[in-house]
């Protein structure tokens, strides 16, 4: 058989889909009645073109759903019938979600509201082709409820696949944070519910301020000011000032947002797509200048945000770029650590990232699917995401509600730093760039800051291939 012969994992994941849907809607109509079987494996390998492999898989299915029951060596046998109105969701998430938002004490808390919706979770791991991986899984029906970022968000609005309608229009709810409502809004329609969101902030360590007899950063701190107060805090050969990663998109574009400019705008607000001589490039070279100063940022060639985590919390490093998502690695442990706004250059701004559920327009179960989604926007569950974890919920009344005394996690003395500094929150889409463009972007900085090209070629390249194409 040539390569151009074998069926794609699409074809595979349509059949499979085939024979669950199939056997599913036999078994809701009695053709397969209670205490009936199933045809054998071989049987339905060869009707539905599946492997044994694939075949066990859709019927492991079935029997998370409470539909059928294995016996060894006998056959699949269908089960008492599911009671009316049942249903069974999938819901798919980013792996950081558990850590996030406390995902099996909420699901947990779902079901006791909603007996009759079984809830499946399946994690989606990030990879180049993770948007397209969530869109086969959502295409073939794997996904009735799905977890995104406003980035993503942004890349399915460059990609058509709203136009496609891939997701479902939710109504909107005014007593969310308005700009968490605004990050997932198209068209004037809301397409996915906020569940939670952060700017990014500095986080540090308290105990290397007082040993070193620096003054705790406050809201007034440039980066100037961070960076020598970084000097000050580095011990060469135990630790360095300053550490954050970059590369990671929840990052980098802050540092262009506060040159208070957008691709394709001038300084004065007129249409431009030369950045020489500009506060925006000013910026660039600022992350340039600080990643490159081995006095305060160390040389470790770190592969996430997780990394930098590990550094904070062993002492190697004494201030990180960070949000209130990520200081969860930290809720359970006795660092003595506390955050402050993100320094700032030309203007004060802060990327904010928000997190949300969408719901498939292929769910077999969309009703259900709708409750999940309002349910985690919801004020109880909005609760439970406040009380078990240090995340900000989108639901204003939750956010801000009143530390509990004797709550047991390592939260931070500033933590309601974040209503201070809503007005510096800028989404990624303040930048005025495609999804692709953003991209492109990334790539371009990257051999910069790496010092595989100038500042000229820099220039000439983001005309030709970043404000150019937009």
């Known amino acids: ?104 004490a909420l699901l947990d808390d779902f079901r006791s509201l909603h007996p009759s919706v079984s809830v499946k979770t399946l994690p989606i791991k990030s ?80 105990a290397h301020f007082r040993e070193s007899q620096v003054s705790e950063p406050d809201g007034g701190w440039t980066w100037a000011e961070a960076v020598r107060r970084a000097a000050e805090l580095t011990v060469p050969g135990v630790r360095h000032g ?14 262009l947002l506060q040159s208070g400019m957008k691709f394709g705008q001038g300084e004065n607000g007129e249409a431009s ?38 550094l904070f919390q062993q002492g190697k490093v004494s201030m990180i770029m960070t949000n209130y998502m990520t200081i969860n690695e930290f809720k359970n442990t006795n660092l003595d650590y506390d955050i402050s706004p993100l320094p700032y250059s030309y203007e004060q701004r802060s990327l904010v990232n928000v997190i949300g559920v969408a719901v498939s327009k292929h769910s077999r179960h969309v009703e259900a699917a709708r409750q999940l989604a309002d349910y985690f926007a919801s004020p109880r569950a909005q609760r439970l995401i406040r009380a078990g974890t240090l995340s900000l919920p989108v639901r204003k009344e939750a956010a801000e509600a009143p530390l509990q005394s004797g709550e047991g996690m390592n939260r931070p003395s500033r933590y309601f730093l974040f209503r201070e500094i809503m007005a510096s929150y800028r989404l990624h889409s303040g930048l005025n760039l495609s999804y692709t463009a953003f991209t492109a972007l990334r790539q371009l900085l990257k051999k910069y800051w790496s010092g595989l090209i100038g500042e000229d070629e820099l220039c000439r390249r983001i005309r030709e291939e970043v404000t150019g194409p937009r």
């Open 1 to 104: 058989m040539n390569d151009s012969d074998k069926p794609s994992r699409k074809t595979f994941g349509t059949r499979l889909k085939s024979m669950i849907d199939s056997l599913r809607s036999e078994i809701g109509r009695g053709a397969y009645g209670p205490g009936d079987y199933l045809p054998s494996e071989k049987a339905l390998t060869e009707k539905y073109g599946l492997s044994n492999k694939s075949v066990r898989k859709g019927l492991d299915i079935l029997v998370e759903e409470g539909l059928i029951v294995k016996l060894d060596r006998i056959g699949s046998k269908v089960t008492e019938k599911v009671p009316a109105g049942a249903a069974t969701l999938t819901l798919g998430y980013h792996s950081s979600i558990e850590r996030d938002i406390g995902l099996a």
């Open 127 to 206: 990879s180049p082709d993770y948007m397209d991986t969530l869109k086969e899984y959502v295409d073939n029906g794997m996904f009735d409820v799905f977890t995104i970022n406003n980035l993503d968000f942004q890349n399915m609005i460059d990609r058509n696949w709203l136009q496609e309608q891939l997701l479902e229009q939710l109504p909107a709810d005014e007593l969310l944070y308005p700009f968490a409502q605004e990050a997932f809004t198209y068209n004037g329609e809301l397409y996915v519910r906020p569940i939670i969101f952060s700017p990014i902030i500095l986080a540090y360590n308290r």
């Open 242 to 255: 300053l550490y954050f990663y970059l590369l990671s998109d929840n990052r980098w574009p802050a540092f």
């Open 273 to 310: 797509d030369n950045l020489e001589g500009t506060a925006m490039l000013e910026c660039i070279r600022l992350c340039k200048t600080i990643i490159s100063d081995r006095s305060i940022f160390p040389s470790y060639l770190s592969e996430n945000s997780d990394d930098v985590n590990e």
